[in-house]
């Protein structure tokens, strides 16, 4: 598979995002402006179908017991994670729990989190694309900087 298409796919990923298909762009010798472009369009184009996925089909696999015990799980780490930050700041709240370059807070979390809180939708997705906006630029100046830094150690 092309480096590119490997990198959109992590960027779409739960469990990467652009935190993980950034760096990986990067390190695969992508220009880090295209990868930082498309890469974090990928992630933003996502956030409505996790919006899709939450308001109906999670609803019908709520009936299997397996998928219900595991949703639970997950809904309440990301209550206890996201609470804080979105009761006492809001949708700005929410932004800065997406932009922070962790693992489990990125546009899948932040979806979440806004869902379970009953957010408004246009507000939500606008404040999860900032997020994502904001911990893409992040995440690609780390990455940027970290691969230079490392390649100074690794010439011959």
Do not use: C
């Not at 993980?20 to 498309?38: K, S």
């Not at 999670?58 to 209550?79: A, G």
């Amino acid at each position: 598979m092309e480096p590119l298409l490997e990198a959109i796919f992590l960027s779409v990923f739960p469990f990467s995002e652009v935190r993980g298909g950034i760096p990986y762009a990067l390190y695969q010798g992508i220009d880090p402006l295209q990868a930082f472009l498309i890469l974090t369009a990928a992630n933003i184009i996502i956030i409505p179908f996790i919006f899709l996925f939450l308001d109906h089909i999670n609803s019908f696999l709520m009936r299997i017991p397996l998928y219900r015990n595991f949703f639970e799980r997950v809904v309440k780490r990301t209550r206890k994670k996201a609470r804080g930050k979105i009761e006492k700041y809001g949708y700005l709240g929410l932004t800065l729990f997406v932009a922070i370059p962790l693992p489990f807070t990125g546009a899948y979390t932040g979806a979440l989190a806004a869902w379970i809180f009953g957010m408004r939708k246009k507000r939500r997705y606008l404040a999860i694309a900032l997020g994502v906006l904001i911990a893409s630029v992040i995440v690609t100046i780390v990455s940027y900087y970290g691969i230079s830094y490392l390649s100074i150690f690794t010439k011959t």
